[in-house]
Structures are given as C-alpha cells and as structure tokens.
C-alpha cells in the first residue's frame, strides 16, 4: 500500500506500477528525473509527498498517467496538501504534465525566475488566482500552450499581490509572448508606444475583456491573439494601415482614439 522511492532513484520505467490498484501512499524523494509512459495507470488512490517543488517542477512525465497524482488530485509538499502552490524563486522551468489534474491547487504564485512553463502543466486545474511580481519579465516566458498558463480558466492576475483589472503594459516590453495573458480575468490592457508584436493566443479566452488601447507601432499581430471574446470587445487605437486591415479581417470594432478607456 505505500511505496518510498528513495533519492538515489532517478527514474520510474514505463508501466512500473501499472494496475497497482492498492497503492495508496507514495514518497518520492528528490533525485527523480523521469517517470516512464503510463507508470501510474491504475493507481486511482494514490496520496503523492514530496519534500522539495523545485525538484517536482523537473520531472519529466512522459505521458498523464507518468504522473502519480493524476486521479486523486492529492499532492502533498513537507506532509501539507498543496492548494496555495508557491514556484520558490530560482525555478526556470516547470516541465510537462507537473500539475495536470490537479483540483486541489487554488492559487499559483510564481517566481521571477521562471523562463519556460511546457505543455499541459496545468491541464485541468481550477486555479482562481496567480501570482506574479515583474510584468516585463512574464511577457517573456516561454508558454508552449494555452494549459501551460495556470490563468488559463480565468483565474485573476495579481501582480505584487494587487488583483489586476486594468493590465497596463510598461514601457519597457516591445514584445508580449504567446499564451502570455490567456485567461486572464481582465477587463481593459492598454499598451505602451513600444509595443510591436502580440504573440499568438497572448489573450486568448480572456472573456472578460472589453477594450484594448493599441499603439500606432503595433506591427504584427498573431493569430488567436484576442479570441474567445463577447461581441462587446473593442479596440482604441490610432488606426495605421496594418491595424486598420487587421480589425477589419476580424471583424472588430474600433473606437475613438481620444474616448475613455473606462
């Protein structure tokens, strides 16, 4: 019924406890790296500790199932289910598959350090808030899907633990990466003069968006951008022929470049 898997284990092989229907307690130490196709499957019941995230954030599962806490939900860090998940500041990387499933996790906060977040590392959560400190460099990490974003269900955005609403872009961000706000419950962004590129699905599924400023030096725009909206979203902006051709292929309204932004 329980299972210690020492430091000195570096991987679990493919199948490695499949069917194992009466495991119900599994200690995973630190110096995992792998875990093998479908290791867990079967294993419905099982309550995951771990001692340190930073080492859990570079697993690599390769495939749901690889993930022991995939069924329950149940992944406890120092004995303590974990619903406020805190990224400890020196992770760069969260891999594929850390976090799937997981209904538990509520609140997400993550550090400055994180630069690449892989595919499905939070598919199928419920997480209602996430936290981060430095705008500049969010825009810049690395998000390989739309499930990679744990705002991805229109979880709230706290930037320096004040609840976003209004998300102005600074000046010091040319670029805003794919996937970068998608979900994010947010009404209004308005953007900075030096902003040139949107990255692909950057607000995707952001449903409560209503406007959106965008600078005259806005040069590319990828697909899915904005996406997922009501019929009410609107764009103020200085209409230049590339933004003009845009909204017009979109069939988005613009306002007023001079209107409130309220």
Same mark, same amino acid.
């Given at each position: ?90 992770? /760069?990387? &969260?891999?594929?598959? %850390? =976090?799937?499933?997981?209904? #538990?996790? *509520?609140? +997400?906060? $993550? @550090?400055?350090? !994180? ?80 902003? /040139?590129? &949107?990255?692909?699905? %950057? =607000?995707?599924?952001?449903? #409560?968006? *209503?406007? +959106?400023? $965008? @600078?005259?030096? !806005? ?44």
């Amino acid at each position: 019924k329980s299972i210690n898997i020492p430091n000195s284990v570096k991987q679990i092989g493919d199948y490695a406890f499949h069917n194992c229907s009466s495991l119900e307690h599994i200690d995973i130490g630190k110096g995992l790296k792998a875990i093998g196709t479908e290791a867990f499957i079967g294993c419905e019941n099982v309550d995951v500790y771990i001692e340190d995230i930073a080492s859990w954030c570079k697993i690599r599962f390769d495939s749901f199932i690889s993930n022991p806490a995939y069924y329950t939900s149940n992944l406890y860090l120092n004995n303590k289910l974990i619903e406020n998940l805190i990224i400890p500041e020196g992770v /760069s990387f &969260i891999n594929k598959n %850390a =976090f799937i499933n997981n209904l #538990n996790i *509520k609140t +997400v906060y $993550l @550090p400055t350090t !994180i630069k690449n977040i892989e595919a499905g590392a939070f598919f199928n959560t419920e997480i209602k808030s996430v936290h981060i400190s430095d705008l500049s460099k969010w825009c810049k990490v690395t998000l390989h899907s739309q499930v990679s974003n744990p705002m991805f269900r229109s979880a709230d955005l706290f930037l320096n633990d004040k609840k976003v609403v209004d998300l102005a872009i600074p000046l010091n961000i040319e670029y805003i990466g794919p996937y970068a706000f998608c979900g994010a419950n947010i009404k209004r962004v308005k953007m900075n003069q030096n902003i /040139s590129l &949107i990255g692909y699905g %950057a =607000f995707l599924g952001c449903n #409560n968006l *209503k406007l +959106v400023m $965008l @600078p005259k030096t !806005i040069k590319y725009i990828d697909h899915l951008a904005f996406d997922g909206y009501s019929k009410n979203l609107a764009f103020k902006c200085d209409e230049t022929d590339y933004i003009k051709t845009w909204l017009k292929d979109n069939k988005y309204t613009s306002v007023n470049a001079t209107s409130s932004l309220n």
